[in-house]
């Protein structure tokens, strides 16, 4: 019996580490990869609250959801991507946030339009919690690969860093505010799609096959000091 029950916490303790792994592959290769995925007419409001949805566990106990959709027009960036800034986004502030009170506590949501000083018209999309905020100290630091304040063995480092990357892909810009135990705001600013992206809007996008003779295999070797 208690060989069975070590054999069987072996196995849990196991798969446990290889979903972590399975998580950090993820990122890593999200993270190296670039991001030539069709962009296309985007209703924001539409993927924002598709993307709540699956953050919805995450938020439960430890804050309200606030959303403001202000009208704002379609932007030209891919759908999938969209969805996965937001959620980083998202699960970042609600993380900041301890659990136990909800009711305490908010993560909004909201979109509008912002007119720069020149003219130039861009979608803004903001993500604000009231969690613990970040250090004037480090919050020069977050955009970094592997760079996380949170402890060890939570989180890669890579989130934000990917958030970066991906919105920086779109030619588009992500900022952040905050001030400690007041919390913090992350802003993403999108360009407007243009005309000839609107006669696409509502067609369903289309998936890039590759060809067999241009999949490639690689070995990738990964070292970890966690004893699992």
Do not use: W
């Amino acid at each position: 019996g208690e060989t069975l029950e070590g054999i069987e916490l072996m196995l849990g303790k196991l798969k446990d580490g290889t979903e972590k792994v399975r998580s950090i592959v993820k990122d890593l290769n999200t993270f190296s990869r670039q991001t030539q995925e069709k962009t296309e007419a985007v209703d924001v409001r539409k993927v924002i609250e598709s993307t709540l949805n699956i953050a919805a566990y995450e938020l439960k106990h430890r804050a309200l959801l606030e959303t403001e959709f202000g009208q704002v027009p379609p932007v030209l960036a891919n759908p999938g991507r969209i969805s996965q800034v937001i959620l980083n986004l998202v699960i970042n502030a609600a993380q900041s946030i301890a659990e136990g009170n909800p009711e305490r506590n908010r993560v909004r949501v909201a979109t509008r339009l912002h007119r720069s000083a020149t003219g130039l018209e861009r979608v803004v999309i903001e993500v604000s919690d009231t969690g613990a905020g970040i250090p004037p100290s480090t919050i020069n630091s977050i955009f970094d690969p592997f760079f996380t304040t949170k402890p060890i063995g939570e989180g890669t480092g890579l989130g934000l860093s990917i958030c970066y990357n991906l919105v920086s892909a779109l030619s588009g810009e992500i900022t952040v505010e905050s001030e400690v135990g007041r919390g913090t705001t992350f802003r993403v600013f999108l360009q407007k799609a243009m005309p000839e992206h609107l006669m696409r809007f509502s067609k369903p996008s289309e998936r890039a096959l590759v060809a067999p003779h241009e999949a490639r295999q690689a070995r990738l070797l990964i070292i970890d000091d966690e004893p699992i």
